[in-house]
């Protein structure tokens, strides 16, 4: 089984709005993965949690806040956003060996719409 | 850090022809490369990867080519079907980190 699950599968906000996305693997992988993806695009890596612990940040916006309070599940909490913030996120899990380079798995997504 | 290329952006084949999507990558350091598939709507779905130690890899319809010298690695989708219709992206992975090529949009006309 290589299954990721996020949830909610859409999401509608205001800016003033506080949200969470989730995410779910039972492969057993030790590192989790946040990406933002906007249309026609490759997705872009923002958060890689290692172990349970905050492992790359890529200079995201603090009105993103991951936390992985399991080996299992990952969170996302959104606040205050912006409209530019609308995109398809995504969550992916990978096990952690070989350096890192290791096969993600993606889940099937978020598509947030901030307004 | 790693700088993928990836050509074309789009491409349209006769369903039964092949399809060739070429990428480039420039960090030596990097030794993993998948191919995603992703469709409109859904999350990217592996669908082959290969390794330095290895040049080329098949799976039925599918294979890809690496070349390390030049670094470069190519997907090759053979007796291609309305299926295959979808966006691909190469990748290439440092420690920790996937980088994206730009994708590549496939059309299968019937």
């Known amino acids: 089984d290589t299954e990721v699950t996020q949830t909610p599968k859409h999401l509608v906000m205001g800016m003033t709005n506080k949200k969470s996305l989730k995410c779910e693997q039972h492969m057993g992988h030790r590192a989790m993965y946040w990406y933002k993806q906007k249309a026609k695009k490759p997705p872009e890596l923002m958060f890689v949690y290692s172990y349970e612990k905050l492992s790359i940040n890529e200079s995201v916006p603090s009105r993103f806040s991951p936390e992985c309070p399991n080996s299992s599940l990952l969170n996302l909490h959104l606040h205050a956003l912006q409209p530019e913030d609308s995109a398809l996120y995504l969550c992916?899990?990978?096990?952690?060996?070989?350096?890192?380079?290791?096969?993600?798995?993606f889940g099937p997504g978020t598509r947030l719409l901030v307004l | 850090g790693e700088n993928v290329e990836q050509h074309p952006s789009t491409l349209s084949v006769q369903e039964g022809d092949s399809a060739v999507i070429k990428c480039t990558y420039s960090?030596?350091?990097?030794?993993?490369f998948p191919w995603y598939k992703q469709e409109l709507g859904k999350g990217p779905q592996l669908i082959i990867d290969?390794?330095?130690?290895?040049g080329e890899k098949k799976d039925q319809r599918i294979a890809v080519t690496l070349n390390k010298t030049a670094k470069h690695f190519s997907l090759h989708i053979t007796e291609t079907q309305p299926e295959d219709s979808a966006v691909y992206f190469c990748?290439?992975?440092?420690?920790?980190?996937?980088?994206f090529g730009t994708g590549t949009r496939l059309t299968i006309i019937p």
């Open positions: 290969i390794r330095s130690n290895v």
């Open positions: 992916a899990s990978s096990r952690l060996e070989r350096g890192g380079q290791e096969t993600q798995y």
């Open positions: 960090d030596s350091a990097s030794n993993y």
């Open positions: 990748a290439a992975s440092g420690a920790e980190k996937l980088t």
